[in-house]
């Protein structure tokens, strides 16, 4: 929903236990014309019962917070009162950080990281504020996992050890990069290793962690992902993906060969590339996507377009169209989400739009359609 002129601004509720964060946060909130601060809270129970009242087009939310963690917190919110929620967290690369990706699963639409200094430069405000309003806009629907709180007022305490895990634990511990469950497989010759290229931004994590987990560890081929997220959830994102299947999960790095069986993850800030060898290399970024959907899709059509599936989900904005459509036309496979089917339909609206013959999946088919265009099923 585009707001017209006039009309009134995205009110925002802010949730944080730091009172000096919660307070810098809304003044840049109120100082930012396109804005409005609805509210501050300083745990879970009180945003609950905030947004309930309230009704802001947007909460900020840290994870760990007393009486009521925020991840209760998105649960009931997404099952009660749907509403957008971005979640902020200061220790990306550690147990917030995989929190905050498990918020994710329960709703919460996108991850940033906390400042760590006031005032943010202009440029910095300008690109907080930018993604606030726009998160604002998106439309989002009601989860029924958090229908099984009925909170009264019971303490819940925001120990990260005591935090919920993941709705849905591997049958298997999900092996970290380096390290996997089961011997390695030898690579296979570059040209004969399927591969299956996957673009996905915002609602794309939870959607991932589901299709990873329904591929059985025979895939005969390899995964390789672009995740819009913020830098410094890299690290975390893989670790929470890995503990969701039974496929070792890892980060790219310089002149990684792709192997049978493994999920590959472009890192948040460098661009993720198939070069002419079929070895994988990190690049500078250029475009206003950084990892690139289009730059990974681009460069398999340049350099191995047969054998390799694209597959573009959930996300605001174009990436992953343009490269979509390169790699049909060079022969590889073409699939996007059904996009009435994504938190944000954006992007698959727009791969369809520039490749119109692409397949169009159901997030339950997508598992399925990958092992159909790998091979390795049981």
């Known amino acids: 929903m585009i707001r017209a002129a006039g009309e009134a601004k995205p009110r925002v509720l802010v949730v944080d236990d730091s009172p ?40 900020v939310m840290d994870v760990l917070m007393p009486v009521m963690d925020g991840l209760t917190a998105i649960e009931v919110i997404m099952a009660s009162r749907p509403t957008p929620i971005l979640v902020m967290t200061a220790d990306p690369r550690g147990r917030t950080g995989e929190l905050s990706l498990e ?42 996992r958090g229908r099984r709180h009925r909170w009264k007022g019971e303490a819940k305490a925001a120990d990260p050890s005591r935090c919920e895990p993941p709705a849905r634990p591997p049958t298997e511990p999900g092996p970290s990069a380096g390290r996997l469950s089961r ?71 310089e002149g990684h060969r792709l192997a049978a069986g493994e999920v590959v993850l472009a890192p948040p800030g460098r661009d993720l590339v198939c070069g002419p060898g079929g070895r994988l290399s990190l690049v500078s970024g250029s475009d206003a996507f950084c990892p690139s959907g289009d730059a990974l899709l681009r460069s398999f059509a340049a350099h191995r377009p047969r054998g390799t599936l694209g597959l573009v989900l959930s996300g605001m904005g174009r990436d992953g169209a343009e490269g979509l459509a390169a790699l049909r036309r060079a022969g590889g496979r073409a699939a996007v989400q059904e996009p009435s089917t994504a938190v944000v339909g954006s992007m698959p609206r727009s791969a369809l739009s520039e490749e119109p013959r692409a397949e169009v999946w159901a997030p339950e088919a997508m598992a399925a359609g990958i092992l159909r265009a790998l091979g390795g099923g049981a």
Do not use: C, Y
Request: charged fraction near 20%; charge should be neutral.
């Open 20 to 59: 000096i964060f919660s307070d810098l946060l809304a003044s840049l909130i109120a100082d930012d014309p396109g804005l409005e601060l609805a509210g501050v809270a300083s745990d879970g129970a009180r945003a609950v019962a905030l947004t309930e009242s309230l009704r802001p087009d947007l909460v």
């Open 103 to 144: 918020a994710l699963a329960r709703g919460a639409l996108d991850l940033v990281v906390k400042p760590t200094s006031f005032p943010l430069s202009k440029p910095e405000a300008r690109r907080l504020t930018a993604r606030m309003r726009a998160l604002a806009e998106v439309a989002v629907v009601t989860h029924l």
């Open 183 to 253: 011997p390695p497989r030898p690579p296979l010759l570059d040209r004969a290793l399927p591969v299956a290229a996957v673009v996905a931004s915002i609602g794309g994590p939870s959607l991932l962690a589901r299709v990873l987990a329904d591929l059985p560890p025979t895939l005969a081929g390899a995964v390789v992902i672009v995740q819009h997220l913020q830098d410094g959830f890299g690290d975390a994102l893989m670790a929470w993906l890995g503990r969701n299947t039974s496929l070792p999960v890892m980060l790219a790095s």
